[in-house]
């Protein structure tokens, strides 16, 4: 392998890891990925071409079976290990996630299985699982696949009788027009996607398609390491200078992959295109150094394994990865990039029996070893379900027998609880709120981006209706109200739009969001304004977020603003706001801990507490409220029923609190019913 492609791959799996060890050091360090991206294209065109213009024809089963070879003994070897680590090591209530990702990344489709779950793995409050990293492989998988097949066609454009063809030239020149056009589409859909839906342009091939082909149409080219020597020594300095300047520049909120691409893809191309020139002043000596070299073999094992020993790495040794542990798992990562390599990658790759075999032994080895992947995950994926089953049964006979101080009735102030029969008692289980539905709501109507849909008595019963206005954290609070409106006689409207809080501030969210989330704000109003007999509304948001500030102000008084002028547009038949304060929130992994501690047989609920300071956030909605006062707003705020004076327990009365980070149970919330009942009626009082 050329010594600079080798100190280019060094160089692109160290920004990798790097960023995914230490964000904070490289925050545009997922731009080695890009320059990944480029040296394949350069080098799987370069070896198609030879192979075209020696043959005249192109074996793809050869091609495929030699991809095979170099790439799946590694990846399959990882992805079983990460089955039986998760298996043996991570709580239950992340199997379905994480096995569900290891069958998508056995099948080389993570990346489409995550452009659909629009997930960004270090940002997330959901545990990343181990194998997410593998959707640039699946992407890499894909353009080995599509890659050969166009260059094929493209051969076959002037040949007669079949796919042999004459010149070299001309058929090179086919060859470029395909793959340049196919290229030039994929760059432009990357700049208009990146624009309009970020997550999807991340991690989709054909917004990913051009990095390959910038590489391509450079093997095509077919002047790499020509040229004066001063002047390719410069160009090699230049290229990795591209390369540091994303790494160091960009970070998660670059808008990536579109334009901004072009600085790492370019850059390694630069770098390919200016070879290995004897100057003394190229970065030649440096290429030459024995780690670097070793770092680029090794780089596709190394790529392979540190992502998954740094998410697994918390489960075995039960502690957080601080940045001793981050650097023992660099090192680790390391060693087992080489054992991989020399143990698993090599003598596969150079099997005779394979090599001189017929292709289809090869693939029948693939479909075996594929097969035994996703069988695994299937096996820990019906052990899950079943014991989810087993677990709905149990929480719903706990439920319906509603025991002495279920739930929030524990933290009555008004009626000291204590039922010792509930202390190990947790329903629902972790497993079961990872996969609980939001509360029954009949739809009725939809109108532009507003949905709205009813809860409560029927309307014709209703001697009050009401609307519940918000983001997700407006519905975990529907099990609540419903209590509410049955006693009440009220009918409800649920007018909720998951991660789009309800303020005419400008969220900073990535697109689509943002301006759906825009569109909904302004429309709520309407809809509430079609619905003159709703005269109350409750409202609540997460709090925290960043918001766009205008000029002057300050990030709170933005927040302050955009909930008054949200209310301000309400219509006058709207007499009352209600802002339900925002709930405590926990930590990442909390249900791991309640899990842990369930097992064990300890009291889950104070053994998984978190500190009330941390837990409770300021919410600008309930300070708006009390600074405009009753009757036209006013704050229903339940902490206390969810903590005590000092810490915020996670299992209260035998219930489960929270299903993730910041979403109340279906159960408990239901269990608050009363409670809220009892506030709500307090205020509504007053009016009277």
């Not at 399959?76 to 089955?83: G, S």
């Not at 909720?496 to 301006?515: D, F, I, N, Q």
């Not at 097992?599 to 941390?614: I, Q």
Request: aromatic share 8%.
């Amino acid at each position: 392998m050329l010594v600079e492609i080798q100190a280019l791959r060094a160089v692109a799996v160290l920004l990798v890891v790097v960023y995914h060890l230490w964000p904070s050091v490289l925050p545009g360090g997922y731009v080695g990925v890009d320059v990944f991206f480029a040296i394949s294209g350069f080098l799987i065109t370069s070896h198609l071409l030879k192979e075209v213009d020696r043959d005249r024809t192109l074996s793809l089963a050869g091609f495929w079976a030699r991809r095979a070879r170099r790439l799946l003994p590694a990846s399959l070897t990882t992805l079983i290990f990460c089955a039986v680590a998760t298996i043996a090591f991570v709580p239950e209530v992340h199997w379905q996630a994480f096995l569900a990702d290891i069958r998508s990344s056995t099948l080389y489709v993570q990346n489409w299985h995550l452009a659909q779950t629009s997930v960004d793995y270090l940002a997330s409050s959901d545990a990343p699982s181990p194998v997410q990293h593998f959707w640039s492989l699946s992407a890499e998988e894909q353009f080995y696949i599509a890659w050969p097949i166009l260059i094929l066609l493209a051969t076959a454009l002037g040949g007669r009788g079949g796919i042999r063809v004459g010149d070299a030239a001309p058929r090179h020149l086919r060859i470029a027009g395909v793959l340049g056009a196919v290229t030039a589409g994929s760059l432009v859909a990357s700049i208009l996607l990146t624009s309009s839906d970020p997550a999807q342009a991340y991690f989709i091939t054909p917004t990913r398609a051009w990095e390959f082909g910038a590489g391509g149409l450079l093997a095509l080219a077919g002047t790499t390491g020509r040229g004066m020597v001063v002047l390719r020594a410069l160009l090699a300095w230049a290229g990795l200078a591209a390369i540091a300047a994303a790494a160091l520049l960009y970070d998660d909120g670059t808008a990536f992959p579109g334009y901004t691409a072009l600085l790492p893809v370019l850059g390694g191309l630069a770098v390919i295109q200016a070879g290995a020139p004897r100057f003394a002043l190229s970065p030649l000596a440096g290429y030459r150094l024995r780690v670097v070299q070793f770092l680029g073999d090794v780089s596709y094992s190394l790529y392979l394994w540190h992502w998954p020993l740094l998410i697994l790495a918390p489960y075995v040794l039960s502690r957080h990865t601080t940045d001793p542990i981050r650097g023992g798992i660099f090192a680790v990562s390391i060693l087992a990039a080489w054992a991989s390599k020399v143990l698993i990658e090599d003598p596969v790759r150079r099997s005779t029996v394979l090599t001189r075999g017929r292709p289809v032994l090869t693939f029948a080895l693939v479909v075996a070893s594929t097969a035994a992947v996703v069988a695994v995950a299937e096996a820990g994926t019906h052990h899950v379900t079943q014991k989810l089953r087993a677990a709905e049964a149990s929480t719903a006979k706990t439920v319906k027998e509603h025991p002495r101080c279920f739930g929030a009735a524990s933290h009555d102030p008004n009626h000291r609880c204590v039922n010792p029969a509930l202390r190990h008692t947790v329903v629902p289980s972790p497993l079961e709120a990872r996969n609980e539905d939001n509360p029954a709501c009949t739809r009725k109507t939809k109108v532009s981006s507003v949905s709205v849909c009813e809860f409560g008595v029927p309307p014709s019963e209703a001697r009050r209706t009401f609307a519940l206005i918000g983001d997700s954290h407006a519905t975990h609070w529907r099990a609540g109200l419903e209590h509410v409106a049955a006693d009440e006689k009220w009918h409800g409207l649920s007018i909720t739009r998951t991660g789009c809080p309800y303020s005419r501030a400008v969220y900073v969210l990535p697109e689509p969001t943002r301006s759906r989330c825009i569109q909904w704000n302004r429309e709520v109003p309407g809809m509430l304004a079609k619905h003159p007999e709703v005269d109350t509304v409750f409202v609540s948001n997460i709090t925290g977020g960043k918001v766009e500030v205008p000029r002057g102000k300050t990030s709170a008084q933005a927040k302050l603003d955009g909930y008054r002028a949200g209310w301000a547009a309400f219509p006058k038949t709207v007499k009352h706001v209600i802002v339900l304060r925002d709930t405590p929130k926990v930590h990442t992994d909390t249900l791991d801990c309640v899990d842990a501690a369930h097992t064990a047989g300890e009291a889950a609920g104070t053994a998984c507490s978190v500190l009330r300071r941390t837990a409770i956030d300021d919410d600008p909605a309930a300070r708006v409220a009390r600074q405009i006062g009753p009757p036209r707003a006013q704050v229903v705020d339940m902490s206390n029923y969810l903590c005590g004076v000092r810490r915020c327990d996670v299992v209260i009365g035998g219930v489960l609190v929270y299903k993730d980070v910041h979403h109340l149970t279906r159960e408990f919330s239901t269990t608050l019913g009363p409670y809220l009942e009892r506030k709500i009626t307090h205020l509504v009082s007053a009016w009277r």
